[in-house]
């Protein structure tokens, strides 16, 4: 019963105290300027965190050890990948497909804001080779589901 009421004496001055700084006498303060000696800059003067400044004073990098400042990978150790394999051509009736998909807007495109005026039977078969190169990437798309389980990942 002693200890519920030693609980809620402490609950309560800690509310009671909520938000109120705590008075601390000039006295009390440590001086780190006294604390550290000749190793304190004097730019920095006694408002100095202690978190700044290393055990010895200084920045502390002294300090360390070795393995505290070593690099973590040796370069001789490090991995060096192999060159990867060069990039499969596609066969020319699907580089014509995605040339069709691809290139014809973009000469439309460029004819259009440059202000190139294009015969109408050329326009015609810009556009006929963009709907066929994509008609035809369709086409050759697989027919069947995808393995569930795949992931799209190769070994």
């Known amino acids: 019963m002693q200890r519920d009421d030693d609980e809620d004496a402490v609950w309560r001055s800690i509310v009671d ?3 109120t700084r705590p008075d601390l006498d000039p006295e009390a303060t440590p001086d ?3 604390d550290l000696g000749p190793d304190l800059p004097a ?3 006694p408002d100095l965190a202690p978190e700044m400044v290393g055990p010895g004073g ?3 990098l002294a300090d360390e050890p070795e393995w505290f400042t070593a690099p973590l990978v040796d370069p001789e150790d490090r991995f060096v990948p192999p060159p990867p394999p060069p ?3 596609p066969s020319r009736d699907r580089l014509a497909a995605w040339l ?3 290139g014809s807007p973009a000469v439309l495109l460029v004819c259009l804001v440059a202000n190139i005026g294009l015969p109408r ?3 015609y078969g810009l556009v006929a080779a963009f709907v066929g190169g994509f008609l035809y990437l369709v086409w050759q798309m697989p027919r069947g ?4 389980w795949d992931d799209g990942a190769q070994i």
């Open 32 to 34: 780190l300027a006294a």
């Open 43 to 45: 730019e920095l003067g």
């Open 121 to 123: 039977l050329l326009a």
């Open 87 to 89: 990039l499969p051509r």
């Open 100 to 102: 069709g998909v691809f």
């Open 17 to 19: 105290n909520y938000g």
């Open 58 to 60: 200084g920045d502390g």
């Open 145 to 148: 589901p995808r393995d569930p």
